[in-house]
Every structure is written in structure tokens, then in C-alpha cells.
């Protein structure tokens, strides 16, 4: 029996890393959509790594993930396990265990939260010393500290321009997902889309790869706020998209995706694919922006800090800083956005979010999307952004479990409410899109219904709005823009009354 | 504060769900409504948790699937809305967002699981979803957001959500009652110690083994831990809690002395070098307890008591078994707890446990005691390995 206190059990800390070693290596990380990544990737390069996204999540990683780590994960959890274990598996086999020690390192973020989302790490060294890989070092990033200086050895700084440039970087894109996803479905030429969206993710990347140096501190965020830089890259991209020849009297129901984190921003395996998914079964799919996370992120720091005005000295500065911080926030994204036209659909208010969710969710019940998922769902329906919500949750994951529980009361309250909780587990797929089906069907009823309703309305038909359409050739263009009226959700519909607005034709409401 | 509100409140019932982390602050609560003029008795807690509970007040009330200790709230609610001889005036439902732990300023946070603190939502959910249960018993559910591990912020937390429910309530007379909330369940705590700390003098005096139970506060709930700690208890095994366990400083210098000798802890409640993403309330207690058992040489065996889908017990089953392993301490773990004692396999086990701890409990005292220092503050005397039985 070993019980000195040296041999007692000690949790996992990294090796330090000195910047030689970390010029050796190169920086796994992963948990975005493929277009952040690859983006993310140029933000480390430009700041002197080199990085490079794990491939996205499998099956088989799933599996590797079960395997390795402690019983009960949410699937999540799994998946990324899974994830860079197999990856370093492959590695090992293929350059030896040392090699890949001092070839790799990983880089995630850390939470605060009480969920496993802040545990993470757990499974991962847990997988790691399972496998053997103990001296792989994985550093935790804190999704609070923009600024957390360098890791031990000094190697791997994670400093403002780096944190900015990452937060910068998933603005970019996800106001280009917002683009593509409002493109695709009525795109006239298959694959046109996805190819133009490729070309401006590499543009993207080139253009954070040679992002010039603009100080460690203040001076880096004042340049990223104010320059025009990234938002004439921008104006490329939707220049870009507008080779694309769009027909928008598809008439198509809007489905909004929420729920969990990961679930919610990936593509691939881990949610079933449920975005191409859902576009292949006819609808038009209203993703989950990053950029909504990050703001609500912000909002739960103003909560704490509006609970300590008068009881915390120095609170009401901090809560006036941090409520500045995120107008210049939102105000960032807005020009990101107008940037591609306004056509890619707007952040919601947080604070009209916390509002709407009030009676059924505590605000301050945090991990998960806590009152932002039934805020959201509350937001989506009444002001008719979308047909239906496809709510993403992994089995057995703790906060969203409990946003869903109250959802009980919303949908008692909103009978019309389409809600479509889709429990996730990583392998039951033909389980969960059959559901999903199920309330998709009705959203397709809505979107004609919808359709049919606007017709009568506006005097016109499908015949009809064709030629004038076609007579002003702009708005066969991916980049013009068909706003959101507030009477309709769908495309179609909205095309409609944009079309009888132009002509005066249109009723009054 | 008026002689007619001094009236209404003497007669104002108030029904606590006897759930999760109320197993924890119940004094907390007793403390604060009796500091507001309630009468003791008129503060009723709902009974322990059972299947009949469930049964017949809670059925057809869920909204979701989750761990039973959170599922089973439903139970409660039914029982003080339908189950109560004298009606009920106030559901009183704490959010509880944070915890006042013992390791605090030595951690991270100190979280509630984000189920746990948003129970009564979703259980309040259940009970509206077709009508408003609540309205139509003339019962104000009150639920407020509390974060126990902030005191300052206590008061207008409670003040808010119980003014217009208690006649004449002002938010000095609230920060009163908090006070006496804290005290109360302070001196509760520290008569719940030093019981520990006599079980502990025992075990050492008479060199007796003990078991420690890894568990949260509400698997002290015998229909969500099944009495299993009990059924240990009668064969002849005294019991400890880590939620109860002495904290008496000279006590946990004895036990963390090497640790702290050798610069790996800085201070005994340190966890930073067993579990560092210390956010979790009772997690990490959970992880301290598992320190102290691999240390203390009467804690010959740990028991691990955890529910079916707790997703914050699970990133934490191997910390904790390693911790308890590496220090030749028996451990067993009583995953995957639901609604249903498994009485036979709990017996098997059980008798299996016994048999561990009478066969190796006398070589591990021994083994363990070697690396400790020899004076032992649960001692009068100073301890040695070699000390005859």
C-alpha cells in the first residue's frame, strides 16, 4: 500500500510549454461549425501558432468517447472525447506517443458554469490517461478572460489580440452562415451556394491570416471596433453572392434551430446532420448564431452585476461598463451584418429575451441557454421568425433538461407554438428525425397556409408575381434583400408582400 | 411592523418541499420564517420522499425527463397542495442558486447542479400546464432565487419574493431574519460536527473502523438514498457524512499535514489538486470528502451513493474512486439510484461491504496511521501504528 502524500491521487496539469516547443507544435481545437474553424485557424496563424480544427465529430468518436471516459456523459461530452481521442490515437499509431506529446496540443474553453460544459476536461484526461497519451498537454481557455496571459513555460499566450481576433472571426461567419442559409433553399442552380460559401470562408481566412498587429491591450479592440477592415472583406463575400440566381417563391417553412451549445453550432454527425437534414426535407433552416451565445454570456454577467447594485461598492460602474461593452458588441455584429445586406436574420435583444421567458424561467438559472432557449422560442413565434423550433438537446443534459420542463408551460400557454424537442443521443438518428418529421409536417401546412393567406391578401399569385419579379432582375439576386414583415415567417409569403408593397397593391392589415 | 400583520403572520402557513438542497439549509429556513414571527409549526415540511408520494400527488405532474431526485420534487408539491390536514398559504420553493459551504474562499464557486436550482421551475410547470393548480387552492407559490454563498444579496432576494405574501414585511426585518437564518443553520452544522468528531475520538480511541458516505445532501433522503448508509450502520459500522465531518482547524492540519508540508495544498480545504474546475457546491465537497477518507485511518471504507443521470456525479467517478483507491481505503459505489430500492442486490452488497471492512479494516487502520503524525488531536494520548488493538 503507496499512501505518502506524493503518491496520493493528483488531478491532470499540463506540462508547461515554452515557445520553442509550441513553434514545434501545432494547436488542435474544435466545437464550432466548419466556417469559424477554419477561420479560427487564421486567427492563431496570425498570431504566430500554428493551429488546426479537429475533423468534425463522428460516430466513431462517439463510440471512442463512451469507451474511454466515465459512464453517463452527455453525448456532447462523448463526441468530443471521442473526437480528439481518436485523432491522437491515429497519430500515435502513426508517429509514436512522444511524438504526437510534443507535436500536439489542445486548446478548449473552460466554463464557469456548474454543468459539465466547465468539466469537460475531465473526460479528456481521462481519455488521455487511458489511452496512455499523460504527457499530451490540453490547455483550458476561460470563455470569460479575453486577456489570461500565458500558459506556464510562456509558450502559449492567450492574450486580447487573440481572444478579439476568435471573437471577430465567428462574427464573420456567422453573419455568412446567416447569408447561406437564407441563399440556399432557393438557390436556381444546386451547389452554387455551398461553392460561393466556400470561396468566402478561404477569403475570410486570408484576410484574419494578414490581420494587422494592432497592440496586446485597448489598442487592439479599439482598431477591431472601429476599422473597416474586416467589413470591406465582407462586402466581397456579398459581392460574391451575387452571382447567385435565387427563385423565393419556394414556398418553404422556417425552421429555427436552438438548444444546447454544441448541438446547436455543429454540422456533422453529433446532431444528425439536422441542418442539411431539414433543408433535403424542404425547409428553410434559421441557424444558431454564436454571436447570440456570446451576448447572452455578456447578459448573465449584467444579472450578477445588477444583483450587487446597492449592496457591492463599485458595482453600478461595472454593470454601466459591461452594458457599453455589449451595445459596442451588438453594434459590432449590426455592421458585420449590414455588411451582407441585412440579409442574414438580426440578434434578438437579450433583454426582450429575459422578458419574454420571465414567467416560465428564472434568468438567473444558469448553465445551458437557462432563459434564453424559452426566450427564444417566445421571440421566434411571436414576431414570426420561423414556422417551427427545433429545440437540440443532448440526452441527459442537465440545464436543458430544465428549459424544456418549462417549455411545458409556454406550449400550455401557446398551443400554436411548433416545438420540436429533439432529444439527442448520438445514435438513435432515425428516432429523432421521424419526430422532427412529425412536427415539420405541420410547419409545412403553416408555410402554405401562410402562403395561401398572403395571396388573398395581396391579390397576387405565384403566376402572377413571377413576371414582376423577373422585370426587376435584382431581386432574383442572392443579395437582394426580402424583409421581414411580421405577418409572414416564410420566404415566399414575405416575397409576396414585398412585391403587392412595390405595386401599392397591398391590403391593409 | 402592526399588531394585525403580527396576527396574520402567526397564522400564515408555510409548506417547504422536503427535496434537494433543503436537506442542507433547513435550518436556514426555519431560522429566517420563525425570525419573521412565524410559528414553528406552522411551517411544514412535506414527508420524505416515497413511490407513494409519487403516486398519489405527484403523477401525471412531470415535464420532463430527468434525475429522480429533481423528478420526484412533484411529489412534494402535490403533497403540500393536496396532502396537508390544515391548508397551506405559501409553497415555499427556494431556487437555490449557490450554497454556503464550508470550502468556500478555497474554491472556485459554489454552484448548485443548474437542475437542481431550476427544480422549481419546471416542477411549477406541472402544475400549471392545464390550470393553475396553485390559484385554484388559493396557495402563493413562491420561489425565490437564492444565492446562499452570498449573504449580502440574500435579503432583497427574499424580501422581493415575499412581500405582498407576508403581511408587512420590510427589508430591514428581512435582513434580520436572514441573520438568524444563517445562525441557525450554523449552529446546527456545528452540533451536527461535533457528533462526527465524537464517532471520530471513538473509532480512534478503540480503534474501530467507520465508514464515510460520498453523496449529496439529498441522498440523506431515505427514499433517494434507500437507507443504504443504515443498513451499513447495523452491522455494527458507525456512519459519517462528509457534509458533516469536523472542520475543527487542528483536526484538518493533523489530517492534511504532509500535503500541506510538501507545498501541495496551501490550506486543508483545498481541492485544487484532486478536481480544479471547483464550481460545483456539493461536488466539490463531495471531492473533499474523498480526501479526508483517504486520510483519516479510521475511514476504512467510503461509500459512493449517486443517482441515475447525474450528469455532476459523472465527470467526477473516477477523481474520486482514485483518490479513495490510492490510499488502500475500500471504496464502493452505489451508481445509477432511482426511485426503486433494489432491496436484494442493496443486501448482497451490503453484507459484501461488511465483510471487507471486518476482514481489512484492522490492516488499514494500521497502514494509514504509519503516515501520520503520532499526535493525534481525537487523542488525548498520541497514536501509533504499532499500538496494540
Redesign the interface.
Given at each position: 500500500m503507496n499512501i505518502s502524500a506524493k503518491h496520493h491521487f493528483r488531478a491532470y496539469t499540463p506540462a508547461p510549454i515554452t515557445r520553442e516547443q509550441i513553434d514545434r507544435a501545432e494547436i488542435l481545437f474544435g466545437g464550432l461549425h466548419w466556417r469559424a474553424e477554419r477561420v479560427v485557424e487564421a486567427v492563431f496563424e496570425n498570431m504566430g501558432y500554428r493551429a488546426r480544427a479537429l475533423p468534425a465529430a463522428t460516430r466513431d468518436d462517439l463510440m471512442t468517447g463512451r469507451e474511454l471516459a466515465d459512464i453517463g456523459q452527455c453525448c456532447p461530452t462523448s463526441f468530443t472525447t471521442g473526437n480528439l481521442a481518436n485523432f491522437l490515437r491515429a497519430e500515435a499509431e502513426r508517429i509514436g506517443p512522444a511524438a504526437v506529446a510534443d507535436r500536439y496540443v489542445y486548446v478548449t474553453a473552460g466554463s464557469c458554469g456548474a454543468c459539465r460544459f466547465g468539466q469537460y476536461h475531465q473526460s479528456y484526461e481521462l481519455a488521455l490517461r487511458n489511452m496512455g497519451l499523460e504527457a499530451f498537454r490540453l490547455f483550458l481557455i476561460d470563455q470569460k478572460k479575453p486577456d489570461q496571459g500565458a500558459a506556464e513555460g510562456g509558450g502559449l499566450d492567450i492574450n486580447m489580440p487573440l481572444t478579439i481576433g476568435a471573437v471577430w472571426a465567428i462574427l464573420c461567419t456567422d453573419v455568412l452562415q446567416g447569408l447561406e442559409y437564407r441563399t440556399r433553399p432557393y438557390e436556381v442552380q444546386a451547389g452554387q451556394t455551398d461553392a460561393v460559401v466556400g470561396d468566402c470562408v478561404e477569403l475570410l481566412h486570408e484576410a484574419f491570416r494578414k490581420r494587422p498587429y494592432r497592440g496586446k491591450k485597448w489598442g487592439t479592440l479599439a482598431w477591431h471596433m472601429s476599422t473597416g477592415y474586416f467589413i470591406n472583406v465582407l462586402r466581397e463575400v456579398f459581392r460574391r453572392f451575387d452571382v447567385i440566381e435565387v427563385d423565393r417563391l419556394r414556398v418553404k417553412p422556417i425552421v429555427k434551430i436552438t438548444g444546447e451549445f454544441y448541438l446547436q453550432t455543429v454540422e456533422g454527425d453529433p446532431n444528425y446532420n439536422i441542418h442539411r437534414w431539414l433543408e433535403s426535407e424542404g425547409a428553410e433552416v434559421y441557424p444558431a448564431a454564436i454571436a447570440v451565445w456570446l451576448d447572452y454570456l455578456i447578459r448573465c454577467e449584467v444579472q450578477k452585476l445588477e444583483d450587487k447594485v446597492g449592496v457591492e461598492k463599485g458595482a453600478r460602474a461595472k454593470l454601466a461598463a459591461l452594458r457599453g461593452a455589449q451595445r459596442l458588441f451588438r453594434w459590432s455584429f449590426d455592421r458585420m451584418r449590414a455588411a451582407l445586406g441585412d440579409i442574414p436574420f438580426e440578434m434578438p435583444d437579450q433583454y426582450e429575451l429575459r422578458r419574454l421567458a420571465a414567467p416560465y424561467f428564472h434568468h438567473r438559472l444558469s448553465g445551458g441557454e437557462g432563459d434564453m432557449l424559452v426566450g427564444k422560442a417566445l421571440w421566434t413565434h411571436k414576431k414570426k421568425k420561423a414556422h417551427m423550433i427545433c429545440e437540440l438537446s443532448p440526452y441527459a443534459c442537465m440545464p436543458n433538461t430544465m428549459s424544456i420542463g418549462a417549455m411545458a408551460g409556454v406550449t400550455g400557454k401557446y398551443p400554436d407554438l411548433l416545438y420540436a424537442p429533439i432529444e439527442i443521443k448520438g445514435d438513435a438518428e432515425v428516432h429523432a428525425l421521424s419526430r422532427c418529421q412529425m412536427i415539420l409536417t405541420e410547419a409545412k401546412k403553416r408555410a402554405i397556409r401562410e402562403f395561401v393567406e398572403v395571396m388573398e391578401r395581396t391579390g397576387l399569385t405565384p403566376e402572377e408575381a413571377k413576371p414582376l419579379i423577373d422585370a426587376h432582375p435584382r431581386m432574383n439576386r442572392a443579395t437582394y434583400r426580402i424583409p421581414q414583415t411580421g405577418i409572414a415567417a416564410g420566404m415566399a409569403a414575405n416575397t409576396l408582400l414585398q412585391l403587392a408593397g412595390a405595386r401599392g397593391t397591398r391590403k391593409a392589415a | 411592523m402592526s399588531e394585525a400583520d403580527r396576527a396574520a403572520r402567526a397564522k400564515l402557513r408555510v409548506g417547504i418541499p422536503k427535496a434537494l438542497n433543503v436537506w442542507t439549509t433547513h435550518q436556514f429556513w426555519l431560522g429566517f420564517f420563525q425570525s419573521l414571527g412565524l410559528s414553528p409549526r406552522n411551517v411544514v415540511f412535506s414527508s420524505d420522499t416515497s413511490d407513494e408520494q409519487m403516486r398519489e400527488f405527484g403523477s401525471g405532474r412531470g415535464?420532463?425527463?430527468?434525475c429522480y431526485p429533481v423528478k420526484c420534487v412533484s411529489g412534494h408539491y402535490g403533497e403540500l397542495i393536496f396532502g396537508q390536514k390544515r391548508k397551506i398559504d405559501i409553497l415555499f420553493s427556494p431556487?437555490i442558486?449557490s450554497l454556503a459551504s464550508f470550502l468556500d474562499g478555497h474554491a472556485?464557486?459554489s454552484?448548485?447542479?443548474?437542475?437542481v436550482?431550476?427544480?422549481p421551475?419546471?416542477?411549477?410547470?406541472?402544475f400549471?400546464?392545464?390550470k393553475d393548480v396553485f390559484a385554484e387552492n388559493r396557495i402563493a407559490h413562491v420561489?425565490p432565487?437564492v444565492?446562499l454563498a452570498e449573504p449580502?444579496?440574500v435579503p432583497?432576494?427574499l424580501f422581493d419574493a415575499l412581500q405582498g405574501v407576508v403581511p408587512g414585511l420590510g427589508i430591514e426585518e428581512t435582513a434580520r431574519a436572514v441573520e438568524e437564518g444563517y445562525a441557525t443553520l450554523a449552529a446546527f452544522n456545528e452540533n451536527l460536527r461535533a457528533r462526527s468528531r465524537e464517532i471520530l475520538e471513538w473509532c480512534a480511541r478503540e480503534r474501530r473502523p467507520c465508514v464515510m458516505v460520498l453523496a449529496r445532501p439529498y441522498h440523506m433522503d431515505p427514499g433517494i438514498g434507500h437507507e443504504i448508509e443504515a443498513d451499513l450502520q447495523a452491522c455494527g459500522y458507525p456512519i459519517l457524512w462528509l457534509q458533516y465531518f469536523p472542520t475543527d482547524p487542528e483536526l484538518l492540519n493533523w489530517i492534511f499535514r504532509?500535503?500541506l508540508?510538501?507545498g501541495?495544498i496551501k490550506h486543508p480545504f483545498d481541492i485544487?489538486?484532486?478536481?480544479?474546475?471547483s464550481?460545483?457546491a456539493n461536488?466539490n465537497e463531495i471531492l473533499w470528502g474523498a480526501?479526508v477518507a483517504?486520510?483519516v485511518p479510521w475511514i476504512t471504507c467510503a461509500i459512493r451513493l449517486a443517482s441515475y443521470?447525474?450528469?455532476?456525479d459523472?465527470?467526477?467517478?473516477?477523481?474520486v474512486q482514485?483518490?479513495v483507491e490510492?490510499?488502500?481505503t475500500l471504496f464502493f459505489s452505489f451508481?445509477e439510484l432511482d426511485s426503486t430500492k433494489a432491496a436484494g442486490s442493496v443486501k448482497i452488497r451490503v453484507e459484501t461491504i461488511s465483510y471487507y471492512l471486518e476482514r481489512n479494516s484492522p490492516g488499514i487502520i494500521e497502514?494509514?496511521l504509519r503516515?501520520m503524525d503520532p499526535a493525534c488531536p481525537l487523542l488525548r494520548r498520541p497514536v501509533s501504528a504499532d499500538l496494540p488493538a
Open positions: - | 415535464t420532463v425527463d430527468c431556487m442558486y472556485m464557486d454552484l448548485a447542479c443548474p437542475r436550482m431550476a427544480a421551475e419546471n416542477i411549477k410547470a406541472g400549471l400546464r392545464e420561489a432565487l444565492t449580502k444579496l432583497r432576494q504532509a500535503d508540508a510538501e501541495l485544487d489538486d484532486v478536481w480544479p474546475s464550481y460545483s461536488t480526501k483517504a486520510r443521470e447525474c450528469g455532476m459523472q465527470p467526477s467517478f473516477t477523481p482514485q483518490i490510492r490510499s488502500g451508481q497502514a494509514k503516515h
